[in-house]
């Protein structure tokens, strides 16, 4: 036997091995919906939105900022932006909101625009409602030591 | 002439009674079809047999707070649109005869052409809610009923501060049944918009 073919039924040995092992293991990951992959989805918890409250602050630094107030109904489409009817820097002193961060300007080749960029058109792409939503799963996230 | 009218009256006379009551009768089923027809055109039903309210300000509506709601209780087509005092119901009904003939002509009827007109057509509500200082809002709404103590803290500073500054409901609460034609916000190119100041009108304290 020389080499060549040896490393070869090596290889085949390990291939065949490898597969006989994988689909054991496969069935003990325990995911959230359970071990079984094709089961049901847990149903979502009862989450309501929360009226108007304090921000919940950062975890990271660059978290998108969550929204502290309702959203429900907010038409945001080509013709109108409601996020923007408060939260545009022409706006925001008579309402009260805070301003959309400079990061929004930029367009996808590092130009600064004088508005809002089309690629941050759609707020509730990044940025969400709050919810009182518990982590699905034990975690031991800490936040960031810039934030704590 | 003078012959015929003594004789009517004559007649009248010797009915007596009866022709009063008759003539009372007459006026009471006269004026209850008149109404009868009037509320059967102030109906959503009614509103929606027309496929050009159906298809676009119908199902925009029905996804807002006034058709489905926790409670139940729903504001229809003509609780916004048409006013409920007798006089100023009759000049909306008289007005509306426009959208008949908008209606044998098509000017809506496919939901390009409606694109097309929502502005104008959204600009005219806005007028005229804002010229009876939004009046159909307040049937149900009475500001001076509000309880800022339950409204939010967003709710709370504007309505407080907007009020006082003399201002009406549809100064800001625009496109909250239906959706709102372009608006201009400075965002992406440029379109056929709604003006800013038509948008968000001056407060009337700034403006004088």
Not at chain 1, 71 to 93: I, L, P, T
Not at chain 2, 149 to 158: A, E, I, L, Y
Request: proline share 6%; net charge positive.
């Amino acid at each position: 036997m020389n080499k060549k073919t040896r490393n070869f039924a090596l290889a085949l040995l390990a291939v065949l091995g490898l597969s006989a092992a994988l689909p054991a293991s496969a069935q003990t990951v325990t995911s959230i919906r359970g071990a079984d992959v094709s089961a049901p989805e847990l149903p979502a918890g009862a989450y309501k939105p929360i009226p108007d409250q304090a921000p919940i602050q950062r975890d990271y630094v660059q978290q998108p900022p969550l929204i502290p107030h309702k959203v429900e109904g907010y038409e945001v489409s080509k013709n109108f932006n409601r996020c923007m009817d408060c939260h545009a820097w022409s706006r925001y002193q008579e309402t009260g909101a805070t301003k959309v961060s400079l990061t929004h300007f930029k367009d996808r080749d590092g130009g600064e625009l004088s508005n809002i960029s089309p690629r941050r058109y759609f707020c509730m792409q990044c940025h969400v409602p709050q919810m009182d939503a518990k982590p699905l799963v034990g975690n031991k996230f800490q936040r960031a030591e810039g934030l704590r | 002439m003078s012959d015929n009218n003594k004789g009517l009256r004559q007649r009248l006379r010797n009915m007596g009674w009866s022709a009063i009551v008759l003539l009372f009768a007459a006026g009471v089923v006269f004026w209850g079809g008149f109404n009868w027809a009037l509320e059967a055109t102030n109906t959503e039903r009614f509103c929606i047999s027309c496929h050009e309210m159906e298809v676009n300000v119908f199902k925009e509506y029905r996804n807002t707070i006034h058709y489905q709601n926790r409670t139940g209780v729903r504001a229809t087509c003509p609780d916004c649109h048409v006013p409920k005092e007798w006089g100023p119901k009759m000049i909306r009904k008289i007005k509306a005869s426009r959208e008949v003939y908008g209606k044998i002509m098509g000017t809506i009827d496919t939901p390009e052409k409606f694109a097309a007109e929502r502005q104008r057509l959204a600009e005219n509500e806005w007028r005229r809610m804002k010229a009876n200082n939004s009046q159909e809002c307040r049937n149900c709404h009475n500001y001076e009923y509000f309880d800022y103590s339950v409204q939010g803290r967003r709710s709370n500073q504007m309505h407080q501060a907007g009020l006082a500054a003399g201002q009406t409901c549809i100064d800001c609460h625009k496109g909250i049944a239906h959706s709102l034609p372009p608006v201009a916000q400075d965002i992406g190119a440029g379109r056929d918009a709604v003006a800013p100041d038509v948008f968000h009108p001056p407060q009337p304290a700034q403006s004088q």
